[in-house]
């Protein structure tokens, strides 16, 4: 079998990228070359650090997830593998101790004892951030190429040319986008067009969390545990709608909530006074040591440009069933190959789904 001398550009410097990257590598294949639109790696995997922590230690204890937190090793044993692969380090999600849940306005905090996770949850030391600290150690630095956002992209005489913000042109052979579908189909232009049933299922494609916010409040100490609480809680009141323990070992303690309130209320209401109503609301969970936050985020992937276009703010993301990750049949054959999560076969949209996306593009890209 011949082997491929193609030049591949990767779309996205997310987990699925990077995967692809690393997969690459170990295969001995070099003539690749990631864009990344951002001017930081991981896309959706994203960390936040106190002031003075040391972002530059992959294995910094004191990295908070502000995107995906959990891996589920029963149901994910692959991506658990690349975990062990990688060397990183796991534990368990905390959830020893009772829950907390707001039924109403008018009542006050209830606690319920019993809830465990019933699969095993993992998190990494250092946070997600982790991961993407390991595959980029094992991709040479001259391959990524930061803000460099692809906004069109052009098939003549079987060369591809990538047309980027910057203004730059790259040409190649084959293109692997490891970005949502969605967000591809929405803002790169192809030249020719991709078959219209292609385009209108990446755009039906939801972008798993894309609608979502996150807030996070780092403490000195988990007092909540001290108090026989896992940090987890349940709220019909809001803002947050479910609250877990985001304590790293041997690091600082925190607690993270997703945000129950629409993205166009968000916008509305603004970051600062959300803000205000998270904390509050801690205040109101964990009592007067909630006010002994050391720091604190939101992060609101609906209005990240990169991650969510406005119908994925305007909808609730189910996991999506994967669209087709090649192009069957026309111009774009053997040429474009869909390796983000969301074009995952069986785990779209989870961490899990970037190594399998990775992979099974991969097999389609020929004689690798
Ligand atoms: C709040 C939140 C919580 C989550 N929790 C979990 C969890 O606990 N467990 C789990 O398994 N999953 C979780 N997820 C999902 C998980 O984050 C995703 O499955 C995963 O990160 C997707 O990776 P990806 O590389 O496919 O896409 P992305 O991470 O979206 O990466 C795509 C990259 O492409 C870049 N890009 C986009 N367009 C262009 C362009 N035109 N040119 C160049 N670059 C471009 C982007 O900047 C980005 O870096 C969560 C997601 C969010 C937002």
Known sequence: MTRNTSRIAIIGGGLSGLYTAYLLELRGFANYQIFEARSRLG?????????GADMSDANSS???DLGPTWYWPQMQPAFAQVIAELGLESFAQYD???MLFERSQSSPPM????????????????????LIAALQEKIP???ICYQQQVQAIALANDEVTLQLASGAIAHVDQVIIAAPP??????VSFQPALPNQLQQAWLATDTWMAPHAKFLAVFPTAFWREQGLSGSARSNIG??????????PNGKAALFGFVGYPAEARRQLGAEQLQQQCQAQLLRLFGPLAATVEGFELKDWAQDPLTATVTDSSGQAAHP???SYFVADGPWQHKLFGAGSEWSTNYPGYLAGCIEAAEQALLKVAWL
């Open 43 to 51: 896309g959706r995997i994203d960390g936040f650090s106190l002031a």
């Open 62 to 64: 004191d990295r908070f």
């Open 96 to 98: 020893q101790g009772d």
């Open 111 to 130: 606690r319920m004892s019993g809830y465990r996770n019933e699969l095993l949850t993992m998190r990494l030391v250092g946070g997600m951030s982790a």
């Open 141 to 143: 630095a001259d391959k």
């Open 182 to 187: 969605r967000l591809i189909a929405s803002t």
């Open 239 to 248: 803002p947050m709608v479910e609250i877990h323990d985001a304590s790293l």
């Open 321 to 323: 069933q994967p669209p």
